[in-house]
């Protein structure tokens, strides 16, 4: 699967609204057939900054993904709203989905 984490700092006055701004473009993206997740959190230490985290099946879905039309349409909306460019993570691994965190194991509740 193709993982993606990005940072966006957002200008001040749009940080309380950015899920609303980007509500259309994460509902589209959401629905992509090869999307596997799309989640936006905020910081806890930085309120103007929000990250994305998301995954697509393969590089095909991550092709579909960047040449769509939901995608075009917020590379010319989302950037005003931005302090600047965002900061991407992005690599290609050998899994289909999340991995339990063993090292902080939750024993059965009962």
């Known amino acids: 699967m193709i993982f993606i984490t990005a940072k966006f700092r957002v200008l001040p006055e749009y940080a309380d609204a950015w899920p609303d701004i980007t509500r259309e473009f ?17 910081s ?33 909306t989302l950037p005003p709203h931005l302090v600047q460019t965002p900061e991407i993570v992005n690599a290609s691994i050998p899994q289909e989905g ?13």
């Open 26 to 42: 994460t509902l589209a993206t959401r629905a992509e057939p090869g999307c596997l997740w799309f989640d936006w959190s905020r």
């Open 44 to 76: 806890v230490e930085d309120p103007t900054e929000y990250v994305l985290v998301e995954a697509f099946r393969d590089d095909e879905a991550g092709s579909a993904h960047v040449t769509s039309e939901h995608f075009t349409k917020a590379r010319g």
């Open 98 to 110: 999340w991995s339990l965190l063993g090292e902080m194991e939750v024993p059965e509740r009962g």
